[in-house]
């Protein structure tokens, strides 16, 4: 199965420093002293790499109801400090680590 792959600017300006030529979807290293990995070996990277962001969701979630670096400020100087570490607490709760 042929894999279409879109490398941002900054993958492809690391590739062409690096030594390697870019055809297409076709990435080879110029001199021939690295070795492009087998499709095997790129699946099962990319299948690892898959893994491991699907287990951080609980962190992502977690993040976009935290609150805010203002919050937590104006709770700081208001001294509500146990409002602040009970809504952490509730949000750690709602969403555990896997």
């Known amino acids: 199965m042929k ?11 690391i590739f062409l420093t690096k030594g390697f030529t870019i055809a297409g979807d076709i990435v080879t290293p110029a001199d021939n002293t690295e070795t492009v990995p087998s499709q095997e070996d790129w699946d099962a990277k990319v299948s690892e790499l898959k ?8 962190a992502r979630k977690r993040e ?19 409002a602040l ?6 949000i750690k709760t709602k969403y555990p680590k896997g």
């Open 3 to 13: 894999t279409e792959l879109e490398f941002s600017a900054e993958a492809l300006s």
């Open 51 to 58: 893994v491991a962001y699907a287990a951080q969701e609980y």
């Open 64 to 82: 976009a109801e935290y609150p805010s670096v203002q919050e937590c400020v104006h709770a700081i100087l208001d001294d509500d400090l146990d």
């Open 85 to 90: 570490q009970a809504k952490r607490a509730d």
